[in-house]
């Protein structure tokens, strides 16, 4: 299946059953479910053969040294590959709820409003933190202000960021320090109502202290949303997920509850690389 | 790929190591000075301990130093666990050697009670699980591990037959009650060093494969009892 043919696919149903409806969905039961997935950045393959079951509200670390194509599959997760020209899912498939992210029905915009995503660089847009926050809704068409309000401070508080900006929500958020910047995007990303999050390193550019306050909310923010986190911290991967999947060179070398990754690790590979042996 | 600090692990690896061996003297001569009566070798096993003493103590600080810098992950951080708990038990084995040289020194003064049939018997018992469990630590075994775990109830056998043996020697004839005791004890005291044994061979299982079989008391029973 090549993705670069369905990213201009017509809005014609919501990817999944969203999640006010999905409340009673069982904790830990399989969301995301990659089947035989091959994925090419062009004439190169990327990903090959990958296998994998992701739980609702739990967070799975994705680790492996660069080049070993965790990021890859992230970004193939809300489909932000397809931005990419050239690439495609030659093989294989990614389900969300039982439905094929890549079926030709499904709509990318719609896929990433489910599927949110934090970078490695935080990336508030240059506006107020309070438009930051409502941007996704208002493009969504929505113009209530007292429903935006309540959406904002929602979100912030989510963020765990609330108390620090509460004050100042029409300032830039660009005047944040970066942790802040991090969190407003974490809000920003959760003021949608996803049922995922992605992160894409997220912590890779802040100082310890903020790395602990987003690792906080990582915790706190499991409890509502499925979160996988791409990671070249060991010690972050550990303190966070509840299970890791180790990545080299473009295959899925162990997946295990991250206490296993990280106390008896099936694959020697994998044993090398989180002892720092190579990668 | 070889990492600058992988020198810290060798060290901390042969400092286990030389303490085993020398638990493993320890309780040898401990035992030789007993059987010969030999004051001058028990007193040998008593200044010893604090080599003993003193490795324990700096395997320690090799493996806090270790956590705290390092941040090992799976092996690497079951072997600095293992290695506090094992230095820890064989530290215990010195002592227990130490006692046995103390009371070898007392008895050496009487005639002896019995001839010494049962001490040695299971004190090489003791000793091969000893080695067998240090065996485990350089090259993972979980079987022969597990065979040591199985012999302890072998050591405890023996120990209660003696148990057995002496109190009646007391009551039958009052004037054996010191040696008696001193006897009891150093039996007790090689009960102990078994139960060390097989604490050792138990974190070697940990060592090698994260699994714990500490009080499984199907293996256990599965022992011999001599």
Redesign the interface.
């Known amino acids: 299946m090549d993705s670069t043919a369905t990213a201009s696919v017509p809005r014609s149903r919501p990817l999944a059953t969203p999640p006010a409806s999905s409340a009673g969905a069982e904790r830990g039961a399989t969301l995301i479910d990659i089947k035989d997935l091959d994925f090419y950045y062009g004439a190169k393959q990327a990903l090959f053969d990958i296998n994998l079951q992701i739980p609702d509200k739990r967070v799975t670390a994705f680790i492996g040294p660069s080049g070993c194509g965790k990021s890859t599959l992230l970004r193939c997760l809300n489909r932000m590959n397809d931005l990419i020209d050239g690439t495609s899912v030659k093989r294989g498939a990614i389900k969300i709820r039982n439905v094929d992210i890549y079926g030709r029905d499904v709509d990318p915009i719609e896929l990433r409003k489910r599927v949110g995503m934090v970078f490695q660089k935080s990336n508030p847009f240059p506006k107020s933190i309070y438009e930051n926050i409502t941007y996704g809704l208002r493009i969504q068409g929505v113009k209530n202000k007292t429903r935006l309000d309540e959406v904002v401070e929602k979100s912030l508080r989510g963020a765990a960021l609330w108390d620090e900006v509460k004050d100042r929500l029409h300032e830039s958020g660009l005047g944040l320090s970066g942790g802040q910047q991090q969190r407003l995007c974490i809000a920003r990303t959760i003021a949608v109502e996803p049922e995922v999050i992605l992160m894409d390193e997220p912590c890779s550019a802040l100082d310890p202290i903020a790395t602990a306050k987003v690792e906080e909310l990582i915790h706190e923010l499991k409890k509502q949303f499925t979160i996988i986190i791409v990671t070249h911290s ?2 972050q991967a ?1 303190r966070c997920s509840d299970q890791t999947a180790f990545f080299y060179m473009g295959k899925l070398i162990e997946f295990d509850a991250t206490h296993n990754i ?4 099936k694959n020697p590979q994998t ?2 690389y ?5 990668g | ?1 070889k ?1 600058f600090f992988d020198a810290e692990l060798e060290t901390f690896r042969s400092d286990l190591l030389r303490m085993g061996e020398v638990a493993v003297r320890q309780v040898r001569d401990a035992l030789q000075a007993l059987v010969t009566g030999d004051i001058k070798l028990a007193e040998q096993v008593i200044a010893a301990d604090d080599e003993l003493d003193e490795l324990e103590k700096r395997i320690d600080t090799e493996a806090i130093r270790y956590m705290n810098l390092r ?8 072997l600095v666990i293992v290695g506090m708990k094992a230095s820890h038990d064989l530290e215990r084995v010195g002592d227990e050697a130490t006692s046995i040289a103390k009371r070898a020194i007392r008895l050496a003064a009487e005639p002896p009670l019995k001839p010494y049939v049962d001490i040695p018997r299971m004190t090489n018992t003791a000793i091969e699980m000893l080695c067998a469990a240090l065996d485990c630590f350089i090259h993972a075994d979980n079987e022969k591990a597990i065979a040591v775990v199985k012999r302890d109830k072998e050591v405890d056998a023996i120990n209660k037959q003696l148990y057995r043996e002496l109190s009646s020697y007391m009551v039958e004839q009052p004037g054996t009650i010191t040696r008696a005791l001193e006897l009891m004890f150093i039996s007790k005291s090689v009960e102990r060093i078994a139960d060390h044994a097989t604490n050792i061979a138990e974190e070697m299982v940990f060592l090698s ?2 699994q714990d079989i500490r009080h499984d008391e199907a293996l256990k029973k599965a022992g011999k009892a001599g």
């Open positions: 060991m010690q550990a990280f106390m008896n690790p044993e090398a989180v002892s720092g042996r190579f | 790929m990492r941040s090992p992950i799976a092996t690497e951080l079951r494969d994260a």
